[in-house]
Antibody
């Protein structure tokens, strides 16, 4: 069965960097667009970024554009999120998420049928 | 950005009652609206896709309806296992957005 396992979360000071990873198994990774979605008690669920099935397209929420970079390594079945210039408001549980449908460009995707368990990022001085 | 507004934000219901949660979009999104269930300590789970299509394994008492700007999630004959927070989600355009959530409590 499909498994998505996030890692890399932790406590970091404002302005510093952190890199999240997601290890995917049980799927043909190269067929699917992948997303990062975050969740906070105050703001609920927030879509962060998407990378197309072939890695050619990447889109970001305005709140993270220019600071976060999504990438994938199809040889390792991993999805990454490089987070720079972190802010207190980036504090959240970050989920690795898969598009339901194959071969999405990311611009208009499908619902999310598989979610990881999430990794907690806390930005605090 | 398309804003999704759910109502109510909280509902306390007795078992076997019917629950209806609505989700209104700030502009027309066709049928690109999906529903998720999240229980405490767990990740969200897909229930309904494209407005009214049940996802694999979802009990038949849970259904979705609507198109355009107005959507609803209905749970018939509520069971204890349905206690959770429910979210709507649109994928018609970026940024994808979610409703603020509706918490369903069992009395």
């Amino acid at each position: 069965q499909v498994q998505l396992v996030e890692s890399g979360g932790g406590v970091v000071q404002p302005g510093r960097s952190l890199r999240l990873s997601c290890a995917a198994s049980g799927l043909t990774f190269t067929k699917f667009a992948m997303h990062w979605v975050r969740q906070t008690p105050g703001k609920g669920l927030e879509w962060v970024a998407v990378i197309s099935y072939d890695g050619s397209n990447k889109y970001y929420a305005d709140s993270v554009k220019g600071r976060f970079t999504i990438s994938r390594d199809d040889s390792k079945n991993t999805l990454d999120l490089q987070m720079n210039s972190l802010r207190v408001e980036d504090t959240a549980v970050y989920y690795c998420v898969r598009d339901l449908e194959e071969y999405s460009s990311g611009w208009r995707s499908s619902p999310f049928d598989h979610w990881g368990l999430g990794t907690l990022v806390t930005v605090s001085s | 950005e398309i804003v999704l507004t759910q109502s109510p934000e909280f509902q306390s219901v007795t078992p076997k009652e019917k629950v209806t949660i609505t989700c209104r979009a700030s502009q027309s999104i066709g049928s690109s609206l999906h529903w998720y269930q999240q229980k405490p300590g767990q990740s969200p789970k897909l229930l309904i896709k494209y407005g009214s299509q049940s996802f694999s394994g979802v009990p038949s008492r849970i259904s979705g309806s609507g198109s355009g700007t107005d959507f609803a999630l209905t749970i018939n004959s509520l069971e204890a296992e349905d206690a959770a927070t429910y979210y709507c989600h649109q994928t018609v355009s970026l940024p994808q957005t979610f409703g603020q959530g509706t918490k369903v409590e069992i009395k």
